[in-house]
Nanobody
């Protein structure tokens, strides 16, 4: 049974950093695709970053150069390193997984078979 659990959220000032972690079972090897989504109040959920086969990654334009997704298959974890945070990054961040080799930030939340409960990130100005 696949389970995903996010952690690492919190409150930080603009320009600060956070590292989100997704503890996963059964899907963290490179034959599966992992993703981070986020949803801000009043907005639709959006793809932030994905990592697939051979470490192929994609990042949304809004976070490129600031956020980095990575995977530690031995530890069954996927991470989202978030630097230079902005108030507009405030959202609930979710981990997701799909048994596919590749996925992209343009994929929808519903495209992923496995989904976490989310962790809150708040960035103050």
């Amino acid at each position: 049974q696949v389970q995903l659990q996010e952690s690492g959220g919190g409150s930080v000032q603009s320009g600060g950093s956070l590292r989100l972690s997704c503890a996963a079972s059964g899907v963290t090897d490179s034959s599966n695709c992992m993703a981070w989504f986020r949803q801000a109040p009043g907005k639709e959920r959006e793809g932030v970053a994905t990592i697939g086969r051979a470490g192929f990654t994609t990042h949304a334009d809004s976070v490129k150069g600031r956020f980095t997704i990575s995977r530690d298959s031995a530890a069954n974890r996927v991470y989202l390193q978030m630097n230079s945070l902005k108030p507009e990054d405030t959202a609930t961040y979710y981990c997701a997984a799909e048994r596919a080799q590749y996925c992209y930030t343009t994929h929808e939340w519903a495209d992923f078979s496995y989904r976490g409960q989310g962790t809150q990130v708040t960035v103050s100005s």
